[in-house]
């Protein structure tokens, strides 16, 4: 059976229609995905994340072995820093993308919660005679995301003479009705916005006071479109233990000066030789269709490539797309043919984010 969010009676009730994914149901849209959309771009936008997990790590090791299994460089963190990171496999395939949040005594990794026993099984495997507890806090909090221009504006008024995070990951602990709410500085969707990590017996009446200040409910629907406009991939659809790390550009998830980590060698033959053989790109369009996920690419008939996921950008009103391209064909502004259905349909490569945060909205 699904797993529900502690906010499913809230959703229902808002006439949420709801879509099953990766074991989570999950509102797919509030009966207006466009204008679901609009409130990111024009305001704020209202995310409900139950299906956000996270791990807490403690003990006197658990610098030295966090350092040894991600792929960034935890050691310049200080207490409310925070970066991504990935967790590779020793051939440098991506078992899972994580955030890592640095709190005084601890580590916390979080990520989509689908992934949290392939990576208690993975991470258990590389942990003998270190001094590290793994701790899992799910129970006791929920993830919401506030995104869109005016989300600082709103946690201003909830969070009266607070300095909220003003860097991306950084994050900081402040009370809400008597209660902690950490709160990180996270951009989902292009345009800015902060993660809220909730106590579950506080959700309800947290997620209400956010809506009565005028943030919108958004559900699946219009943040796919926004994840992709800014060509951000998301494990198990764009990306997966398939692929290298460097194939996906996660630029921010890596260091290649940190030392040794698991997977270390092949990022790092990989980084020397100046390339991968494939990359995740993006792609803009001709004609109305979006593609399909397993679309093949071409050049002068050759497959070079396949789509991930696409969608109809409504900043843009054309569809767009993420897809795997072969390096010689990467370069932006190269054209290539997508097939789907039976149809060509001409492609465009163009860099990410596909829709800057400063274009017009529709």
């Known amino acids: 059976m699904a797993k ?32 679901e959309y609009n409130s990111v771009r024009e305001s704020a936008g209202l995310f409900d ?31 409310f820093d925070g970066q991504q990171a990935t967790i590779l496999t020793q051939q440098g395939k991506v078992v899972a993308d ?15 919660e689908p992934l949290k026993e392939k990576i208690l099984t993975h991470l258990n495997r590389y942990l003998v005679a270190d001094d590290v507890e793994i701790h899992d806090p799910n129970e006791q909090w ?37 209660a902690p709410v950490c709160v990180v500085r996270a951009d989902r969707t292009g345009h800015d916005g902060f993660d809220l990590i909730v106590q579950t017996s506080q959700l309800l009446t947290f997620a209400q006071r956010l809506t009565e200040l005028g943030a919108v409910w958004v559900g699946a629907q ?23 790390l460097l194939e996906v550009a996660l630029d921010d ?23 991968v053989n494939k990359k995740l790109c993006g792609l803009l369009f ?31 009103e054309r569809p767009i797309a993420l897809g795997y391209v072969n390096k010689d064909c990467w370069t932006p502004g190269t054209k290539l043919a997508v097939s789907h259905g039976g149809n060509e349909f001409v492609a465009t490569i163009t860099s990410r984010p596909i829709v800057p945060a400063t274009h017009p909205g529709p």
């Open 49 to 79: 994340l139950a299906n956000r997990a996270m791990l807490q790590f403690t003990g006197e090791d658990r610098l030295s072995y966090l350092q040894g299994m991600l792929s960034n460089d935890l050691r310049p963190l200080k207490m």
């Open 222 to 244: 219009a943040q796919n479109i926004l994840r992709l406009e800014a060509g951000m991939p998301r494990y198990g659809v764009d990306f997966s233990e398939d692929n290298l």
């Open 142 to 178: 929920k993830m919401l995301s506030l995104q869109g221009p005016r989300a600082q504006v709103m946690l201003d008024q909830v969070f009266a003479n607070v300095e909220l995070p003003a860097h991306a990951n950084h994050h900081g602990m402040v009370q809400f009705d008597g």
């Open 286 to 316: 001709d004609g109305d269709t979006p593609a399909s996920p397993g679309d093949r690419i071409s050049a002068s008939g050759k497959e070079v490539g396949q789509i991930t996921s696409s969608v109809t950008s409504l900043a843009l």
């Open 4 to 35: 529900r969010s502690t906010l499913s009676d809230l959703h229902e009730r808002r006439g949420a229609t709801f879509i099953e994914r990766d074991g989570w149901l999950l509102p797919d849209h509030f009966g207006d995905p466009a204008s």
């Open 98 to 112: 994580v955030r890592v949040l640095c709190s005084l005594n601890s580590f916390y990794l979080d990520f989509w």
């Open 253 to 275: 998830a890596v260091s290649f000066t940190k030392g040794c980590y698991l997977g270390q060698e092949v990022v790092e033959r990989i980084r020397s030789r100046g390339h």
